[in-house]
Every structure is written in C-alpha cells, then in structure tokens.
C-alpha cells in the first residue's frame, strides 16, 4: 500500500549535537519505543515506510557516532532499509503512544499507517539529512547513513532459552548500523 506522501519539512527543525539527545537511549528506545522510517523518496514521495522499535541503541564506532537499530525480514520497513542509504529514528512524547502502538502492529502493505496512525511524514530537503523521511509530531529525529548490516545467525546465540522465546526458530533480525548524520530537533 502506498503511504501518505512526505511534506516538507518547516523551519521549526533545529539541528543539535547526538551529545544533545535526551534522556536516556534505554529508557526512549526499550521503554517509550522509537519509529523507524527508511525508503527513497527522492523517487516517489510515498515510496516509505515506518515501524515500531523497542531494540537498538546509540554509541561509537569507528571513530563515529553512530545508532544501530534491528528489523526482521518479514516486515516491510526491513527491505526498504536494506534499499535505501537513510534511516531515521523518531522520538515521541507519551501523547503519541497509540500511533507508536499502532505502527508496531499494523503493516504498511496493508495500510497507510501515517494517515491510521494520524502522523504527518515530513522528508528534510536540504544538508546531510535530505531524503530522510521523519514526522512532524516528533520531538526528536536522528537521521542516519547505512554503514554496516549483519544477519543474526543462530548457531552463535549463546543464550537459547531467550532466543527460543524471542524467535521460535524463524525470522532472525538483520542489524543495522548507521552514522548518524543529523540530529533534529522540534
């Protein structure tokens, strides 16, 4: 299905330092969830898709500030991800929860969630964050550039008891790992 076509995204964005972000990751991402939001809409505005994620997390590596962030491969958002060279993790007050729950378990095939879940996606149209698709509604954005994706392979899991309950044998996650390249904030 065809998602609400992104806006632009108005002047009330201000780019700050990732060093900025706040609160902490474990408690916005683990707790008060995040939407991830990936696809090319350089091609076709509605060419987009967001989830609801409860796993990831903020850090460095090679030198760089970076946010990583882990999808399946039977939702929709995980080949619009491995498409695309953007990804964006949006952060919510409390007052968006039903659409944060709403994006987590309807999918884009079947819905437009945005207009479901009654957000508005924006696409920023200049500096390093051009592309990346966000929405209106949140607080805060981080905008980041794929550098490296890994599949989880279960013969290396050594907890199996938490992965038989977090997999039952199928539908392992893909890792990505992102540079962040923008962080905005409303």
């Known amino acids: 299905m065809k ?3 992104a806006i632009l995204a108005d002047s009330g964005w201000k ?3 990732i060093k900025e972000f706040s609160g902490s990751p474990s408690q916005r991402i683990g707790s ?3 939407l991830i939001t990936a696809g090319d809409v350089s ?3 509605s ?3 967001t989830m609801t994620a409860s796993w ?3 850090g460095v590596l090679w030198g760089r500030d970076v946010a990583f962030m882990f999808i399946r491969p039977s939702r929709q958002t995980y080949h619009l991800a491995n498409a695309s060279s953007l ?3 949006s952060f919510f007050d409390e007052s968006c929860r039903t659409a944060l729950d709403l994006c987590g378990v309807k999918s884009g095939r079947d819905i437009d969630k945005a207009s479901e879940a009654g957000l508005t996606p924006i696409v920023f149209g200049s500096g390093t964050a ?3 698709v966000g929405f209106k509604e949140a607080k805060e954005i981080i905008v980041c550039r794929k550098l490296y994706t890994h599949d989880f392979d279960p013969s290396k899991f050594l907890d199996p008891v938490s992965i038989e309950k977090a997999y039952n044998g199928q539908d392992y996650h893909r890792m990505f790992i992102g540079e962040i390249i923008s962080f905005q904030c409303h």
């Open 43 to 45: 091609k076709d505005k």
């Open 32 to 34: 008060d969830w995040m």
């Open 15 to 17: 780019e700050r330092s």
């Open 87 to 89: 990804f964006t993790l």
């Open 47 to 49: 060419s987009w898709n």
């Open 3 to 5: 998602q609400k076509e």
């Open 130 to 132: 051009a592309g990346a």
């Open 56 to 58: 990831g997390g903020l």
